[in-house]
């Protein structure tokens, strides 16, 4: 059981708009900063959004993020195929003895 | 360019232990924290260990608390992660991770990430 809440899966069409959300409590993403990692099939997670809502250099401005009290969302808009990809927020939490959770991951299918 | 690559992975058993290594390149290391995070076999990701840029402060999971050490060796530019009295739930590909992060709101920023290794803990 993650301490962060995704949905497991998403799907769209290509060219559609998705979004992923990531659901938590005032002590994770209420009082800190989401981010984003994609992991394709097969390789490591990479950084897709940081402090909430800053795409790192590379990111295409398809891939948006925001956050609003203790729920934060990923957008892709432009749907495509290589989009097909596990995402996963993550955020500190500050009341566990644990130090970064993350979501359990959403699978996004590009039918 | 910016590379972490691990080894040291490989199949022990349940008990046993394990020393992964991260070899750094194409940046200070010594300038940064770093970071170990696992992922099992089809599941989402784990964070398991935090260790500051002076080795000053260190963090685990409690999944591993008191069974894994964090360490690093400034010199070699090497993350390393010494486990031991294995499960068979510590079954994983283990990834380094470097820290960005400038604070502590600011944790969970991990930039890039290390292809893995992948630890198998069977008898």
């Known amino acids: 059981q993650s301490v962060l809440t995704q949905p497991p899966s998403a799907s769209g069409t290509p060219g559609q708009r998705v979004t992923i959300s990531c659901s938590g409590s005032s002590s994770n993403i209420g009082s800190n900063y989401v981010y984003w990692y994609q992991q394709l099939p097969g390789t490591a997670p990479k950084l897709l959004i940081y402090?909430?809502?800053q795409r790192p250099s590379g990111v295409p401005d398809r891939f948006s993020g925001s956050k609003s009290g203790t729920s934060a969302s990923l957008a892709i808009s432009g749907l495509r195929s290589e989009d097909e990809a596990d995402y996963y927020c993550?955020?500190?939490?500050?009341?566990?003895?644990?130090?970064?959770?993350f979501g359990g991951g959403t699978k996004l299918t590009v039918l | 360019e910016v590379q972490l690559v691990e080894s040291g992975g490989g199949l022990v058993q349940p008990g046993g232990s394990l020393r992964l290594s991260c070899a750094a390149s194409g940046f200070t290391f010594s300038s940064y924290s770093m970071n170990w995070v696992r992922q099992a076999p089809g599941k989402g990701l784990e964070w398991v260990s935090y260790?500051?840029?002076?080795?000053?402060?260190?963090y685990y999971a409690d999944s591993v608390k008191g069974r894994f050490t964090i360490s690093r060796d400034n010199a070699k530019n090497s993350l390393y992660l010494q486990m031991n009295s294995l499960r068979a739930e510590d079954t994983a590909v283990y990834y380094c991770?470097?820290?960005?992060?400038?604070?502590?709101?600011?944790?969970?920023?991990?930039?890039?990430w290390g292809q893995g290794t992948l630890v198998t803990v069977s008898s």
């Open positions: 991770a470097r820290d960005q992060s400038l604070g502590v709101s600011e944790r969970g920023w991990f930039d890039p």
């Open positions: 260790i500051s840029s002076s080795s000053s402060t260190i």
């Open positions: 402090r909430n809502n």
């Open positions: 993550a955020a500190w939490d500050d009341s566990l003895s644990g130090f970064v959770v």
